[in-house]
């Protein structure tokens, strides 16, 4: 069974950067869409970026279009979400997610433990 192990974040100065991993164990990312989800305290869990199978397609909500970039390496069954320019509004937890059903699945239904990130201003 496919797990999700999640690595990288932790505490950073406004303005600086972070990446954070997310590993496959027990299978193979490969035919799953992958995504990032961050959860603020006491807010609900929202989509940050998304990355097609392939690689080939990449999507991110407006707050860090330009700042973070998702991206994969197949090879590895990891899948990636550099951080940049980060301020105080991207304190949170994040989660990495799987669609599972499949490389037109976009209904993410595997997910990562969580990984702190907080931005001190």
């Known amino acids: 069974q496919v797990q999700l192990r999640q690595s990288g974040g932790g505490l950073v100065q406004a303005g600086g950067s972070l990446r954070l991993a997310c590993t496959a164990s027990?299978?193979?990312?490969?035919?799953?869409?992958m995504a990032w989800f961050r959860q603020a305290p006491g807010k609900e869990r929202k989509f940050v970026a998304s990355?097609?199978?392939?690689?080939?397609?990449?999507d991110y909500t407006d707050s860090v279009e330009g700042r973070f970039t998702i991206s994969r390496d197949n090879a590895k069954d990891t899948v990636y979400l550099r951080m940049n320019r980060l301020n105080d509004e991207d304190t949170a937890t994040y989660y990495c997610?799987?669609?599972?059903?499949?490389?037109?699945?976009?209904?993410?239904?595997?997910w990562g433990q969580g990984t702190q990130v907080t931005v001190s201003s």
């Open positions: 027990g299978g193979t990312l490969i035919n799953y869409n």
């Open positions: 997610a799987a669609a599972t059903g499949g490389p037109h699945s976009s209904l993410y239904d595997l």
């Open positions: 990355i097609n199978w392939t690689g080939g397609n990449t």
